[in-house]
């Protein structure tokens, strides 16, 4: 089947507020309740500037996306605008990044999912939620919009009594002054806090599902975005006023200490249930997302041809479900949470380095974002994918060149 085969033959059914919940539950899941200790060793109490900076270059990489979505209408994302604009090459460079950060990202959710579930006992919990949760999409139950608000609903709720309480009884002195700044630990945890905006890519990917995409989505993607922003802002400056950098670093549940030292057992519950809920959903929308990329990509003959294997039963790609799982359950085996974040950010920065050279090709009348939007984010992409821990930046290259290389090569083998 085409790549438009694939991904035009759903119903424009979401508005804009739709688009916005989901792009919320998606970001808002993955990355509040993981990203902010990582992010916190690394920057220490420069923590903010860490996430203002991240916070630039998805804002770029959104607008690029949203001028990206109104040209091109269809389910895929960066996958679709970089075949569409640059090439196949491009399209499957972004493709298969996509899957590989995106991968990552599912081992980091599962690894949430224990973290603040059964502290101390974080991977056989997160084994265990994987299986689960790959069973479910093989059986085709999915995450729906209504229990999207709900979990929204439910974090928003929690986060607010998280900051409302922190404020109000934390220390008599805030822990976050004085530390002196680094911009390679400014510039890392930029790049791990990345991580926890990329749920907008979700919003774009549905371009095939909105009512006029043109209009909806470039409204749905800065609205999500600034919301995120508001929030995580006021999660992290609680949770350095009340823990510090070093308290933030040292923890594997950062939002459950804080939680302990200010409202006590009953704050502890609702943040362990808000975000074993947010994780876990989060964890079923990214299972879902990546099994429909590598169907897709399988069905264009740039992944092997098994992976497009659709259940007659239950009308899901049940091979490609159980093949992402195995990965990630692999993922969660070697890795830990601030290696599965790095890694999964490496491969989504560098799907959004070919979203933004894509928009940089796009002519004015098509609404070509202002020249400063692509190039920072094309620049920021490449920088933050730098500055990630060692071990992200040299894992997530040797995969992204061995799957450009085995593109080149069958493309050259190709008749």
């Known amino acids: 089947m ?15 507020k739709d688009a916005v919940v989901i792009g919320l539950g998606s970001m808002i899941g993955a990355g509040v309740f993981s990203a902010m200790g990582p992010a916190a060793q690394a920057a220490g109490a420069w923590l903010l500037a860490g996430l203002a900076v991240a916070a630039l270059v998805a804002y770029c990489n959104a607008t690029s996306s949203a001028r990206l979505a109104a040209i091109h209408p269809a389910s895929g994302g960066t996958y679709v605008y970089g075949t569409r604009q640059l090439g196949p090459f491009w399209g499957y460079t972004a493709g298969w990044s996509f899957v590989v950060g995106k991968t990552a990202s599912c081992a980091a959710m599962a690894l949430t999912v224990g973290a603040y579930a059964v502290p101390g006992a ?26 999207t608000r709900v979990i929204v609903g439910v974090v928003l709720l929690a986060l607010a009594l998280f900051v409302v309480t922190g404020w109000a009884f934390g220390p008599a002195a805030p822990r976050y002054v004085g530390a002196e700044p680094s911009l390679r630990g ?109 169907l897709a990509m399988a069905g264009d003959g740039h992944l092997p041809r098994p992976l497009s294997t659709v259940s007659e039963r239950h009308g899901t790609p049940w091979i490609a479900e159980v093949t992402i799982g195995a990965v990630v359950i692999a993922l969660v085996l070697v890795s830990d ?14 799907y959004y380095a070919v979203a933004n050279i894509s928009a940089w090709t796009l002519r004015r009348e098509q609404g070509r974002p202002p020249a400063w939007v692509p190039v920072v984010g094309l620049t920021g992409c490449l ?3 730098a500055s990630l821990p060692v071990a992200s930046v040299i894992g997530g290259g040797v995969v992204v060149a061995v799957g450009i290389v085995v593109y080149l090569v069958r493309a050259r083998l190709r008749p």
């Open 122 to 147: 974080e991977r056989p919990v997160a084994l265990a939620v994987v299986l689960a949760l790959v069973a479910l999409n093989c059986l085709g139950i999915h995450k729906s919009a209504v229990l």
């Open 2 to 16: 085409t790549l438009s085969g694939h991904m035009n033959d759903v119903q424009r059914r979401l508005g804009t």
């Open 383 to 385: 920088v933050l994918a």
């Open 337 to 350: 949470l601030r290696g599965a974040i790095g890694f999964s950010s490496f491969g989504v920065l560098f």
């Open 186 to 294: 400014v510039l890392q945890a930029a790049g791990l806090l990345f991580f926890a905006f990329a749920g907008y890519a979700r919003i774009a990917t549905l371009g095939g599902e909105v009512r006029d995409p043109a209009r909806t989505i470039p409204r749905a993607i800065p609205l999500a975005l600034g919301i995120t922003l508001v929030v995580y802002t006021l999660v992290a400056a609680t949770s350095l006023y009340v823990l510090g950098a070093a308290g933030m670093a040292a923890s594997p549940a950062p939002l459950v200490d804080v939680a302990r030292d200010t409202g006590g057992a009953w704050l502890v519950v609702v943040v362990q249930v808000a975000a074993v809920v947010a994780a876990t959903g989060s964890l079923l929308g990214l299972i879902l997302g990546v099994s429909r990329t590598t």
